[in-house]
T-cell receptor, first 116, second 113 residues
Framework: AQTVTQSQPEMSVQEAETVTLSCTYDTSESDYYLFWYKQPPSRQMILVIRQEAYKQQNATENRFSVNFQKAAKSFSLKISDSQLGDAAMYFCAYRSGGGSNYKLTFGKGTLLTVNP | NAGVTQTPKFQVLKTGQSMTLQCAQDMNHEYMSWYRQDPGMGLRLIHYSVGAGITDQGEVPNGYNVSRSTTEDFPLRLLSAAPSQTSVYFC????????????FGPGTRLTVT
């Protein structure tokens, strides 16, 4: 079974600075997708960024980018120019590319605090 | 589009009571699922469905029942509530390919006393 590990329960960053959230995963599959979800205090789960395992290029979405190291099974999220609105719980998630399950396997989350 | 809707937003139950959490989506997604979120545990899959009339168990299915009679609706039934089922419940949906984003509902906070 796949597992996702987020080793940082909490992180903090100063406004306008850069922060990196770590995620590692364990799988024997070659076809899969990785996601970062953001959960602000409103509780809503919001997709931040997605990475396809077959793509070597790291995904970017505005101030959010990932460092995808397939051999190391690492998928970290970098937030540049941090804003107060970035404060949230961040979840890394894995989804198999095959089979009929389509489930997301989540890490336990990293709580990000942004200091003004 | 309303996206994924869930009702109620909050619920308090007594041990042994039953109830149904409602979930609906208007995006014509084949895949729907229920997760529960507990502190320090991330989200864990309870049940899922890949289409009307098809359901299957996730990793924590005990104490829960689901059915999928239409593409739009995927209710979650608690048969006899227990304090261990105190949690936040999320419904999610997506197209039936792994590369597609799962859209989440706003969640239901359930407390069982």
């Amino acid at each position: 079974a796949q597992t996702v590990t987020q080793s940082q329960p909490e992180m903090s960053v100063q406004e306008a600075e850069t922060v990196t959230l770590s995620c590692t995963y364990d799988t024997s599959e070659s076809d899969y997708y990785l996601f970062w979800y953001k959960q602000p205090p409103s509780r809503q789960m919001i997709l931040v960024i997605r990475q396809e395992a077959y793509k070597q290029q790291n995904a970017t979405e505005n101030r959010f980018s990932v460092n995808f190291q397939k051999a190391a099974k690492s998928f970290s999220l970098k937030i540049s120019d941090s804003q107060l609105g970035d404060a949230a719980m961040y979840f890394c998630a894995y989804r198999s590319g095959g089979g009929s399950n389509y489930k997301l396997t989540f890490g336990k989350g990293t709580l990000l605090t942004v200091n003004p | 589009n309303a996206g994924v809707t869930q009702t109620p937003k909050f619920q308090v139950l007594k041990t042994g009571q039953s109830m149904t959490l409602q979930c609906a989506q208007d995006m014509n997604h084949e895949y729907m699922s229920w997760y529960r979120q507990d502190p320090g545990m991330g989200l864990r899959l309870i049940h899922y469905s890949v289409g009307a009339g098809i359901t299957d168990q996730g990793e924590v299915p005990n104490g829960y029942n689901v059915s999928r009679s239409t593409t739009e609706d995927f209710p979650l039934r608690l048969l006899s509530a227990a304090p261990s089922q105190t949690s936040v419940y999320f419904c999610a949906s997506s197209y039936r390919l792994a590369r597609y984003e799962q859209y989440f509902g706003p969640g239901t906070r359930l407390t069982v006393t």
